[in-house]
Each structure stands twice: as structure tokens, then as C-alpha cells.
């Protein structure tokens, strides 16, 4: 049976998300243990950059809790905010993924990792690291996230920038008064050292690198990849990587510098700085206790090194062997063409926009409107009337140079749409960036699935020249792609998990302008490929 996503359980309102595969809900087997965690969702007062506020965390930590696994385990997550246990077991996943908020901007604050090992006995495809460490990327804002994006909606602008980057909720020393605020990773010579990275900044892919050490890739989105080596990692926002840093054969007398910056491609203002953690080895008695060490530090590519970005991405595969095999869906039964970027719209009466006019997203010229009710329990009841249709554009309603000059016509359309498919249907997806406002590189993800990425180029797509020369042998698995900035990227997934899938840009400024849509699948004809109910303790919308 294919693996699948847990996202959200049953409504959109739920107030965690976590991006975890199991099968369908209702039929899963576990063949591991049961695990239990307890969230209590807090306000907690945090400082930060010499500024404290209160912020929403789960049980007082920023970031939040480890949750770890083994693939085959159950995990049982009892919430306490209004109460609501999750409930789901883990199958054909290893590696890293993370839990967040899927609320407004709420997972600026409320994150943490999720850590699949193998089932017991069974060894990675890669050398026993001497030691795992998660390194979760995020974006502080000194100010209330809530009312930085509700000003900016009311608006029709751009919202506010953060003031800093973070790892594990750390800013580092090049920000102000937050030397202390530094996370510190002690190694010892001559070790291999897993560290599970996480983009959970809220709005900017980021260039990682580790002065005087090189990277050996491993896992992506927790699926494992060809090995390949590297000075510098990209990860957009939603992302998942692990990564193998094999320390020098004997203690340098030097601090190293790990260090995160932005990948930048939009019009858009972005935080211009860079968030830095220490790399420190522990010495023998020999070393003197006192000395001040030189701190090395990476060179990173320039803020907007496109190319970096395009040919990183082309390097993570699939292993596609016996043992972990690529799956691709190789017979089509339906093809979309998605354009997605940014557009205008005329304001409200209630908002306070310069020419009547704020910016939007979309999708095939659809900006996305979140709807009252959630889409999944309209569906699952057939109540659908006023809460979503089933006419998303499986092509953009005009063609233009998509790459090009825009047209003179920016305006999106806004609507509840969803795409309705039968149960295993294979699907090939071509995303196209496009030049309105400012051509720019759009992490998309999806839920309920994980997909193949199986093209990907600059310009336009071309229909008849690009298939091709499709990847259709170990194309990288993946549940998060960045769409080139001026290009375009193809993905295939069988929608083998019934239910309805949000398939949204994570950059959140993006989604809070409407860039997301729905995918509808229905039920299968047997009793495991059908939608489960709804659990008893669903918190209502």
C-alpha cells in the first residue's frame, strides 16, 4: 500500500499540521510501538534581539518539542488547546520531517522536528553518524506576526520584514546584543555528524553553509537521496534535509561559522541578514583553556544566485534501487498546467488601499479564498453548496509569454475552486512561474502526497520539446519544490489517499495572498481506499 500525509486530519482548522506519511487513517497497521506526546499550546514570554514578547509556543519551548519515531510506530498526540488527540502511525518514511501551526502566520512560533529513524535493526544506506542533530531554520519578528499580516491585508501591501533568522530559535552573533542567543554545536574530532535540517522561516529560502567543511546530501523531504557532496545546502521554507559533516581528523585551533542567508528573487523587501551558529571542537588537555580562537566563516552564493539554486536541485535523486524504488507514475491519466505568481485586485470597502488596489497570488489566475467551512467536512458530507466548486482551470484561462513582458491586464479572479480526480489517478503537474509584478521562485507544496520531480527548466514550457527529456528513471521524491524563479517544474503523483489536499506556495506572505488550491479525491471501490469519518474530538470550526 502507497504511503501518504497526515495534514491537518479532517478540517483545515485544526490547529497543528503534521507532515508525516501514513496510510489511509481508518486502515492503518502498525508494526512498531505506540508512541505518546503531550502539546500544551502556551503563551510564553520570549527575548529576543533585546526585545520580549509573548509568543505561542507548545509546553513553553521555541522552538517546540521533538517528536521521534521509528517507521512503523504509532504516535499518539494529545493537544491541549481545545483537546484533540492525533492520531497516525508512520509507514515508508525515513528521516526528517517537522510539525507547525497551519493557521495565519501562527507557525512563526509554534514548530518543532519530527525525527522517523528505520524500524530497529535496519541500518541507514549511508555511515552511522556518531551523532544526530536537528538544526531548524526560522524568522523572528520583534513585532506581533498577528498584526504585522493583518495590517498588511487591510493594506494590500507587502507586510513588514522579520528582524532576524534563527537556528533553533536562535539568532547568533551578528544581530543586536544576541551573542548569548547563539546556538553552539561541540564536535569531536574525526566523526561523522547527522544534522537534520529545517526550513521553518516563514517567508524566505536560505543558503546554508559550514565554513571549511563540505556536506554529503542524504535525505530530502525524508526519502533518501544519491549522496552527493557540497560547500552549500539551499532549503526553502517547508523543506526537509539531512545532511552527513565528517569533522577534521584532529582539533583545529578554530571556531567555524554555520550560517544561513536568504535566496532572493521576488520585488518584494526580505530580511537582508544572516543568522549564525558555532561549530566548536572539543579539545584535549594539551590545548591551552584560554586561548581566543579565530572564527572562520562560509562564503555563501549572492542573495540572488538563481543558477546555484536550479542546479542544486537538479542534483537530489532518488536512490531508486530494490530496496527504496521510485515509484513514477509512468501511464497519465491527466495533465495540468498551473501558472502561478502574483497579480492585483480591487480592495474591499473595509480596507484602506493606495489606488483601490492590493496585491494578490494565484493559481491559473484564481487567487484562493479560505472558506468558513472546512473544505474536507463539506465534502465528506456532501455539503458543499456555497462552501467550494469543482471548477479549477486545469490550464490558465489565456496564454502570454508567461516568462516575458506581462500583460497589460494584472487582475486575478478570486475563488473557492477545487480540482475533483477519481481514486489513483496519475497525475502530471507543470507549474510555471510567471513575470507578473516580478518573476520569483515559489516553494510549492502538497499535502496528502508525496510527488516526483521529474523536469524542470528556465522560460516557458514547451509541451512537445520538454517531455522528452523528462527524469522518469530517479527523479527526486519530494513534498516541497521551489519553482524556478522565470521557469517552470514538473511533478507526477498518484492520488491514491481520498480526501480533500491543499497544495499551497510556502512562503506564507503568498498564501495569505491566496496563493493555495484544493485537490478533491474520491473514495476507492474497496473499504481501505475510502475516506474515514471524522474522529469524535474534532474541535469544530
Known amino acids: 500500500m502507497a504511503s501518504h500525509f497526515l495534514k491537518a486530519v479532517f478540517a483545515f482548522c485544526t490547529f497543528l499540521l503534521l507532515c508525516v506519511l501514513l ?26 534581539l533585546c526585545k520580549t514578547k509573548s509568543i505561542l509556543t507548545v509546553n513553553g519551548k521555541f522552538p517546540g518539542p521533538r517528536i521521534i519515531a521509528r517507521e512503523g510506530d504509532r504516535v499518539l498526540i494529545k493537544v491541549a488547546n481545545h483537546t484533540y488527540l492525533y492520531n497516525f502511525t508512520i509507514i515508508g518514511q525515513r528521516g526528517t520531517l517537522f510539525w507547525h501551526a497551519h493557521i495565519s502566520w501562527l507557525r512563526a512560533t509554534i514548530y518543532g522536528p519530527i525525527v522517523i529513524l528505520p524500524k530497529r535493526h535496519v ?36 507586510p513588514n520584514v522579520s ?4 537556528i533553533n530559535g536562535l539568532p547568533g552573533p551578528l544581530y543586536n546584543c544576541s ?33 571549511n567543511h563540505s556536506l554529503t ?10 549522496p552527493f557532496r557540497t560547500q552549500t545546502i539551499l532549503i526553502t521554507p517547508g523543506q526537509t534535509t539531512n545532511v552527513l559533516l565528517r569533522t577534521k581528523p584532529k582539533a583545529p585551533n578554530a571556531i567555524f561559522a554555520m550560517a544561513a542567508r536568504p535566496y532572493v528573487t521576488g520585488p518584494a523587501a526580505f530580511d537582508n541578514s544572516t543568522t549564525m551558529g558555532l561549530l566548536e571542537y572539543e579539545t584535549g588537555p594539551n590545548h591551552k583553556k584560554n586561548k581566543k580562537l579565530p572564527l572562520l566563516k562560509p562564503v555563501l552564493p549572492k542573495l540572488n544566485d538563481t543558477s546555484f539554486s536550479f542546479k542544486f536541485s537538479q542534483k537530489i535523486r532518488s536512490l531508486a534501487n530494490a530496496k527504496f524504488p521510485a515509484k513514477v507514475p509512468k501511464n497519465i491519466n491527466r495533465k495540468f498546467f498551473f501558472t502561478v505568481g502574483l497579480g492585483l485586485s480591487s480592495c474591499s470597502k473595509s480596507q484602506r488601499c493606495t489606488n483601490n488596489t492590493q ?3 494565484g493559481i491559473n489566475n484564481v487567487s484562493f479564498i479560505q472558506p468558513n467551512t472546512a473544505l474536507l467536512q463539506a465534502h465528506f ?42 481514486y489513483k489517478t496519475s497525475v502530471e503537474l507543470v507549474l510555471q512561474d510567471t513575470s507578473i509584478i516580478g518573476a520569483e521562485s515559489h516553494p510549492l507544496h502538497l499535502h496528502g502526497f508525496n510527488f516526483f520531480v521529474v523536469g524542470m527548466g528556465f522560460g516557458n514550457f514547451d509541451s512537445k520539446k520538454d517531455p522528452p527529456k523528462f527524469n522518469l528513471v530517479d527523479p ?60 469524535s474530538d474534532l474541535p469544530k470550526c
Open 23 to 48: 496510510p489511509q487513517l481508518a486502515h492503518a497497521k502498525h508494526t512498531g510501538i505506540t508512541r505518546h506526546y503531550k502539546f500544551d499550546i502556551k503563551l510564553q514570554n520570549v527575548t529576543r
Open 123 to 158: 541500518p541507514y544506506p549511508f555511515p552511522q553518524p556518531f551523532k544526530e542533530v536537528p538544526i531548524i531554520f526560522g524568522e523572528w519578528w520583534n513585532a506581533n506576526t498577528e498584526t504585522i499580516i493583518s495590517q498588511a491585508l487591510k493594506t494590500g501591501s507587502g
Open 163 to 166: 528582524d532576524a533568522y534563527t
Open 179 to 211: 551573542t548569548k542567543d547563539t546556538f553552539k554545536l561541540k564536535v569531536k574530532p574525526g566523526k561523522t555528524y547527522l544534522l537534520r535540517l529545517i526550513n521553518a522561516a516563514l517567508n524566505n529560502e536560505l543558503f546554508f553553509s559550514v565554513a
Open 217 to 226: 546530501v542524504v535525505e530530502a523531504d525524508a526519502v533518501y537521496v544519491k
Open 359 to 361: 496585491v494578490l497570488a
Open 381 to 422: 458530507f456532501n455539503k458543499t453548496k456555497g462552501v467550494f466548486t469543482t471548477d479549477f482551470p486545469t490550464n490558465p484561462p489565456f496564454k502570454f509569454n508567461y516568462t516575458g513582458n506581462p500583460p497589460s491586464n494584472l487582475m486575478l479572479s478570486t475563488g473557492t475552486k477545487v480540482v475533483v480526480l477519481p
Open 476 to 535: 527526486a521524491e519530494r513534498n516541497t519544490i521551489g519553482v524556478p524563479s522565470g521557469g517552470w517544474v514538473a511533478i507526477r503523483f498518484l492520488t491514491d489517499n481520498p480526501g480533500v489536499w491543499f497544495m499551497h506556495c510556502h512562503l506564507e506572505v503568498h498564501t495569505s495572498w491566496g496563493l493555495k488550491m484544493a485537490w478533491v479525491v474520491m473514495d476507492g471501490k474497496k473499504p481501505n481506499q475510502k475516506l474515514a469519518p471524522p474522529p
